[in-house]
């Protein structure tokens, strides 16, 4: 099946800690976006990429950290910098970037404890 | 003001009623417009992607577009509880980021 996978589901860390969240797809679609969601916020764009080995800063980016080597691959590491760090991450995919219409992954809730 | 608005609810209504749901913006510039819809502790999911002003259908679901009031509008029929979500409107112009709607959190009563 075609689609976007985020793992894990649910993860816990301690303050301080860096954390790396997964985002792989096998859509072949070469633009992938990281998004942050709090209760009430909407969504927010950290950083998106348009191809391998690039990527842009979206509106929140400071305290988090991208990289794209792989086409299907663009992880999310939330640092010790980012202040409040517990929500809900969601990643997604499009054809090719903005404004391409951007599919999502099931997200993964991040606490910090 | 804010480019995107979104009433965020929750807005009840009984199994079978139409359901109206609704965004207004302010930039002039958008033209491409979608409906996600987003279950609890889920990713969002396309449901409508339209690009001009008038209406576009898939089954129960009709997308509406009104540029000159800069209002968008998505209609549910026949409504059930499987359609108990929140519903994000999303728009972007040409070449820029997509700009989403906090969503509007619909329960449908059974």
């Known amino acids: 099946d075609g689609g976007i996978t985020q793992s894990p589901k649910y993860l816990f860390r301690k303050e301080g800690q860096n954390v790396t969240l997964s985002c792989e797809q096998n859509l072949n679609h070469d633009a992938m976006y990281w998004y942050r969601q709090d209760p009430g916020q909407g969504l927010r764009l950290i950083y998106y990429?348009?191809?391998?080995?690039?990527?842009q800063k979206g509106d929140i980016a400071e305290g988090y950290s991208v990289s794209r080597e792989k086409k299907e691959s663009f992880p999310l590491t939330v640092t010790s910098a980012q202040k409040n760090p517990t929500a809900f991450y969601l990643c997604?995919?499009?054809?090719?970037?903005?404004?391409?219409?951007?599919?999502f992954g099931p997200g993964t809730r991040l606490t910090v404890l | 003001q804010k480019e995107v608005e979104q009433d965020p609810g929750p807005l009840s209504v009984p199994e079978g009623a139409i359901v109206s749901l609704n965004c207004t913006y302010s930039n002039s510039a958008f033209q491409y417009f979608m409906w996600y819809r987003q279950y609890s502790r889920k990713g969002p999911e396309l449901l409508m992607y339209?690009?001009?002003?008038g209406n576009k259908e898939d089954g129960r679901f009709t997308a509406q577009v009104d540029k000159s009031s800069k209002y968008i509008s998505l209609f549910i029929r026949d409504s059930q509880p499987s359609d108990s979500a929140t519903y994000l409107c999303a728009m972007s112009s040409p070449g820029d980021k997509i700009i989403f709607g906090k969503g509007t959190r619909l329960h449908i009563l059974p």
């Open positions: 339209t690009y001009s002003s």
């Open positions: 990429s348009q191809i391998v080995n690039d990527f």
């Open positions: 997604a995919s499009s054809i090719s970037g903005p404004p391409d219409t951007q599919y």
